[in-house]
């Protein structure tokens, strides 16, 4: 009983491990957010929201109707203009948003003290608004990134496959006649009928 358990823990928090390196992998390589009923995963890349976020802090926005984004709130963008065109920036809203004609326009700059504001930008340009940071996966995510961090991952994938491939040996040795009778049963000898 405790060895399925251990089973059963070892090879969830497998797939678990698995699943978040590979996430971070997809963000890092491809510069994309992956959404999740509407949430997306965001690492903040520079210090120009400091105090709030700090960089490398990782974030979670939920897309959201123009509506709902108002003064103060903090949006991740996509600039079209500039030396941060094309990339990711998210900054806080700091008038109120302009509806001209269905179009939404918002002023947004960071938080940093002497930040200068941004362009303005359109409602399509905002890829979400900004729920919530999420705690140690920041240092998770830089640690993978460094080859140390590669080597232990190597590392916990090896000892969890080796975990399981003993525990596989150590079930098959452990099979007795009985349990080979159960799935290949021996012919019965026919005993001889005394006259």
Request: proline fraction near 4%; aromatic fraction near 12%; avoid cysteine.
């Amino acid at each position: 009983m405790g060895r399925k358990v251990i089973n059963i823990i070892s090879t969830v928090f497998l797939v678990l491990l698995v699943l978040v390196v590979i996430l971070l992998f997809v963000i890092r390589a491809s510069g994309n957010s992956p959404s999740i009923f509407g949430y997306q995963v965001y690492r903040v890349s520079s210090g120009s929201m400091e105090p709030t976020l700090m960089k490398g802090d990782v974030i979670v926005d939920k897309k959201v109707p123009a509506e709902e984004i108002k003064k103060n709130d903090i949006v991740t963008y996509k600039a079209l203009s500039g030396e941060m065109a094309g990339e990711m920036i998210t900054h806080r809203v700091v008038e109120e948003p302009v509806n001209n004609n269905g179009t939404y326009i918002f002023q947004t700059r960071g938080d940093l003290d002497g930040a200068a504001l941004d362009d303005k930008i359109t409602y399509e340009q905002i890829q979400g608004k900004y729920q919530y940071k999420v705690p140690v996966i920041d240092k998770l995510y830089s640690f993978f990134f460094t080859p140390y961090g590669l080597i232990s991952f190597i590392f916990i994938i090896v000892a969890l496959f080796g975990y399981e491939m003993i525990s596989l040996l150590m079930a098959y040795r452990s099979l007795d006649e009985k349990d080979d009778d159960y799935y290949e049963p021996k012919p019965k000898k026919k005993s001889k009928k005394r006259k």
